[in-house]
């Protein structure tokens, strides 16, 4: 009783100026720092993100899909302020994050740290991560684990398995049957260089070119909500995508798909060594040559900070008074430090503070 009528009084004593303290503790409790040294999180609009049923509803009206990939914050950013539709964490980090020759040697604790880094900077697009190859084909019990760890533990909304065979087809079915949204990937399958002989095209007979809408059907028919084509011909992608009740994603496979997607840093010409030369892909189109962008910026930076001229008075920001620098250095001559107060003397001439400001730091 007594609780009860405190908090009675404190409720009616609040009456005239609502919510003031609660907007005070929110603030205090705000994970939004202000006035800092590096800017804070921008707020999110929940309801502009991308979803299955805006996918479906962009399919169905025949817009395209975009997909791009992403591996880290700042490239999911990018992805989040272009409005790109789908942001996958493709399991070619191992290739072009990691450098490695093929998506093998990734791990599934790698990709995760992935999806949580995109998942921190992507707030519009529909998140995906893929598989990562040893972590869905022994039983579908495996595959059912991997791909709750993607969502639960790795913040995507669905995940992406490649291939087509039976065990894989089942695979896409448990993983359905447990709530998780799933994207197939028919075509090339990287994780399947081995039996494939390298990073080969399929599609290009008749026997396996049925194969690859067969196989896209049957994955449609297991519950994936959309199904990637990679580096097949485009008349193999339009029948496929004709055939399907479901979106198609091509990578190499024409204009005729229902979406495309392209790996992030190749279609931004961001590598320029020749590991990466050597894995781009010739399909790709480079749409920016960010790469000679960062070249260059690099070079000068070590060009400044070689002849001394960064950082200048205008990138050192944070000031002291003069007649506090001469304290400073009073007291570096207590402690016996006279070369520590003649370096902090000479440095205030130098960064040319203004006479007579009392400037203190922030």
Not at 100 to 118: F, G, K, N, Q, W
Not at 226 to 253: D, F, K, M, N, Y
Not at 255 to 272: A, E, I, K, N, T
Request: charged share 20%; aromatic share 4%; glycine share 10%.
């Amino acid at each position: 009783m007594l609780i009860a009528r405190t908090l009675k009084k404190s409720l009616s004593s609040s009456v005239g100026k609502p919510f003031s303290r609660l907007g005070t503790q929110a603030k205090w409790m705000s994970n939004v720092p202000e006035n800092a040294v590096y800017g804070g999180p921008k707020p999110q609009n929940p309801n502009q993100r991308v979803t299955l049923t805006h996918l479906r509803q962009k399919h169905r009206r025949g817009e395209p899909i975009t997909m791009v990939t992403a591996y880290d914050y700042p490239s999911a950013v990018h992805l989040d302020l272009a409005g790109i539709d789908i942001c996958l964490v493709g399991d070619s980090a191992s290739m072009v994050v990691h450098g490695h020759d093929t998506t093998l040697p990734i791990s599934l604790e790698e990709m995760l740290v992935h999806c949580r880094a995109v998942a921190r900077g992507a707030k519009r697009p529909l998140l995906v991560g893929d598989l990562p190859f040893g972590t869905y084909e022994s039983s579908s019990n495996q595959a059912v684990d991997a791909a709750v760890r993607i969502l639960k533990e790795g913040g995507m909304d669905a995940i992406k398995l490649e291939g087509g065979s039976p065990s894989r087809i089942t695979a896409a079915k448990a993983i359905v049957e447990a709530g998780i949204a799933v994207i197939g990937h028919v075509g090339l399958t990287p994780q399947a260089i081995s039996v494939l002989g390298g990073f080969r095209p399929q599609g290009k007979n008749i026997s396996s070119a049925v194969k690859v809408v067969e196989t896209a059907m049957a994955l449609q028919e297991s519950g994936c909500f959309a199904v990637v084509l990679e580096c097949v011909p485009a008349p193999v992608a339009a029948a496929a995508t004709s055939a399907l009740r479901i979106p198609t994603i091509g990578i190499g496979a024409g204009p005729f798909c229902s979406g495309q997607v392209l790996v992030y840093h190749d279609l931004l010409g961001m590598m320029q060594h020749p590991h990466h030369a050597k894995v781009t892909p010739k399909f790709c189109k480079q749409f920016g040559q960010v790469g000679e962008v960062i070249n260059k910026a690099l070079l000068e930076y070590k060009e400044e900070v070689t002849n001394g001229s960064f950082p200048g008075p205008a990138h050192s920001p944070y000031k002291i008074s003069l007649s506090d620098v001469d304290g400073f250095s009073k007291e570096l001559q207590k402690l016996g430090l006279e070369k520590a107060a003649s370096a902090a003397a000479e440095a205030a001439e130098k960064i040319e503070l203004p006479e007579g400001k009392n400037q203190t730091s922030d």
